[in-house]
Nanobody, 116 residues
Framework: QVPLVESGGGLVQPGGSLKLSCAAS????????MGWYRQTPGKQRELVAA???????DYSDAVKGRFTISRDNAKNTVYLQMNSLKPEDTAVYYC??????????WGQGTQVTVSS
């Protein structure tokens, strides 16, 4: 298990930008494929972006071209740069291994609200 702390969420207008951060603990961080997930009430948590330890990236169709995932293995941190935000991006955002391990612990997440 890799303890995780997400931060950087907030209220932003449509078309705006936010950068999320996820700080992880543990010496094995650089070996994990990490992902950003989001969840809205009544819906399952969905993976929106992932990055391997070596930097290979994948995105869901919903965010491709607008979001950029990155990581700093020296700081045990994963980032999500979100541009051109839309109201439908409103959700609680979490990070974790991708795919997440069965019974994985999740952090508290960070709320992103896109609204005028």
């Amino acid at each position: 298990q890799v303890p995780l702390v997400e931060s950087g969420g907030g209220l932003v207008q449509p078309g705006g930008s936010l950068k999320l951060s996820c700080a992880a603990s543990g010496s094995s961080f650089s070996g994990y494929r990490m992902g950003w997930y989001r969840q809205t009430p009544g819906k399952q948590r969905e993976l929106v972006a992932a990055i391997t330890g070596s930097g290979l990236k994948d995105y869901s169709d919903a965010v491709k071209g607008r979001f950029t995932i990155s990581r700093d293995n020296a700081k045990n941190t994963v980032y999500l740069q979100m541009n051109s935000l839309k109201p439908e991006d409103t959700a609680v955002y979490y990070c974790n291994r991708a795919p997440s391990a069965p019974g994985a612990n999740w952090g508290q997440g960070t709320q992103v609200t896109v609204s005028s």
